[in-house]
């Protein structure tokens, strides 16, 4: 009963190539996110979606494009990959409405993308 | 553009020892939060601070928030190697509790026999 999930945990490709990594959340939270965690470790926000509405859209290559079929799914498709995408893609989740005052997020596993 | 800074960045501790992380933001936030992260894999969340002079402490780890200062500290207390990991600290975005978090570029605490 893994509470944020994500699909799949490993991925090597080529470059150029298009990919797709996955994310589900069974905590019933409002807000779904994708972080990158590079090789330094630093993380940093991608996305942020609630209820399937895109509230935060960082400056992020237009070959990443977020979807979200529903509020307990976020996915992650990746055009034309490149050397550069290789990192660590977290996915997220909270709960940021029904009067909650703070923010406290819980992370999926990681999908670790290495591009050649 | 809102900053957080940890340090040290690198910390190698011998075991019984103690130590505490610092972590300074640029925002007005008066929360704050803090995550471990061990070797290939996810964050798990530590603490979260809601006000100013709150405090939280689970076994040998205690962190504290100071919103004046803008500065958290994560107080460790006769370190053992399981606490080996990386520590991040983290505060809201600009948008506030309904948005991103910011985060520190982490501690990586190494605790030696």
């Known amino acids: 009963d893994t509470a944020v999930s994500q699909t799949p945990k490993y991925l090597v490709t080529q470059m150029g190539n298009d990919k797709s990594i996955k994310c589900e959340q069974n905590l019933g939270h409002d807000t779904m996110y994708w972080y990158k965690q590079d090789s330094k470790k630093f993380l940093k926000i991608m996305f942020s979606y609630n209820n399937k509405e895109l509230i935060i859209n960082e400056t992020v290559p237009n070959r990443f494009s977020p979807k979200s079929p529903d509020k307990a799914h976020l996915n992650l498709h990746i055009n034309s990959l490149e050397l550069g995408d290789s990192a660590v893609y977290f996915c997220?989740?909270?709960?940021?409405?029904?009067?909650?005052?703070?923010?406290?997020?819980?992370f999926g596993p990681g999908t670790r993308l290495t591009v050649l | 553009e809102l900053k957080v800074e940890q340090n040290p960045l690198f910390l190698s501790m011998q075991e019984g020892k103690n130590y505490t992380i610092y972590c300074n933001y640029s925002t007005t936030s008066d929360r704050l939060y803090w995550y471990r992260q061990d070797p290939g894999k996810s964050l798990e969340s530590l603490f979260v601070?809601?006000?100013?002079?709150a405090v939280k402490q689970e076994g040998r780890l205690m962190a504290s928030l100071d919103t004046k200062a803008r500065l958290s500290t994560l107080h460790i207390t006769a370190a053992v190697h399981d606490l080996s990991a990386t520590y991040f600290c983290?505060?809201?975005?600009?948008?506030?509790?309904?948005?991103?978090?910011?985060f520190g570029k982490g501690t990586k605490l190494s605790v030696k026999p």
């Open positions: 601070l809601l006000s100013n002079g």
């Open positions: 997220a989740s909270s709960q940021v409405t029904s009067g909650f005052s703070y923010n406290e997020q819980f």
């Open positions: 983290a505060v809201d975005g600009m948008w506030g509790s309904q948005g991103n978090l910011i």
